[in-house]
């Protein structure tokens, strides 16, 4: 695609339900970053893959959190039991891998627990 | 560990220059700066490399000092467009994986 996609751009969910949250990067670009944005703040890295792997996952909150990249395209990051401090918008991020390479970002997903 | 920007907040004049600064307490591999706008995502401006590499827009300028672990962003004869939230993110290692700072909020008025 012509960018970075993320759906649903939006997502009302109650509190202790599960979602997940899809990603899909640039073709091509082998590196891809979720992040986690609140309001007025900057991005919070949240894991990091390179290719089909996580090559770091130091920022992800606890273990309701947890994200795939199954084919080494599209990733998911899936919450489990959501919390109403869970709600932010929710970045992800693809670049050609390596460090220093521009990444291009999605519109996000708004993610709101009610 | 997160980088600090300041200043928080800056209101300009079209035409009139700003510096946005960002500064570590770790040592960096290189540091990123992003603008976004309101509800839009996050638009790459530049990449500063240690040993003084640097990609990005031809229109915006910026300097990384290795040694203070500190980077600034220049923008001159600011525009309407300019308007936004700048934030620098800093990368520990070859990665890719940025830690952003609280960001720097840009206002350009006509």
């Known amino acids: 695609g012509a960018g970075v996609s993320q759906t649903p751009s939006n997502k009302v969910t109650e509190k202790g339900k599960y979602v997940e949250l899809r990603c899909d990067p640039i073709?091509?670009?082998?590196?891809l970053y979720w992040y986690r944005q609140s309001l007025g703040q900057g991005p919070e890295f949240l894991i990091y893959?390179?290719?089909?792997?996580?090559?770091?996952d130091s920022g992800l909150p606890n273990d309701r959190f947890f994200a795939v990249r199954p084919e080494g395209s599209v990733s998911t990051l899936k919450i489990q039991r959501t919390e109403r401090g869970d709600s932010a918008v929710y970045l992800c991020?693809?670049?050609?891998?390596?460090?220093?390479?521009?990444?291009?970002f999605g519109q996000g997903t708004r993610l709101t627990v009610v | 560990q997160q980088p600090v920007q300041s200043p928080q907040a800056v209101i300009l004049r079209e035409g009139e220059d700003a510096v946005i600064n960002c500064s570590s307490s770790?040592?960096?591999?290189?540091v990123h700066w992003y603008r976004q706008k309101h509800g839009e995502a996050p638009v790459f401006l530049m990449i500063?490399?240690?040993?003084?590499e640097q990609k990005g827009h031809e229109k915006i300028s910026a300097s990384f000092n290795e040694k203070k672990q500190q980077s600034s962003l220049y923008l001159t004869a600011s525009q309407l467009s300019y308007s936004g939230t700048y934030f620098c993110?800093?990368?520990?290692?070859?990665?890719?994986?940025?830690?952003f700072g609280q960001g720097t909020t840009l206002q350009v008025k006509p």
């Open positions: 991020a693809s670049s050609l891998g390596g460090g220093a390479a521009e990444a291009f």
């Open positions: 073709s091509g670009h082998t590196a």
């Open positions: 893959f390179q290719g089909t792997g996580a090559a770091d």
């Open positions: 770790k040592a960096l591999y290189s």
């Open positions: 500063l490399l240690k040993g003084g």
């Open positions: 993110g800093t990368e520990g290692s070859n990665t890719g994986k940025l830690i």
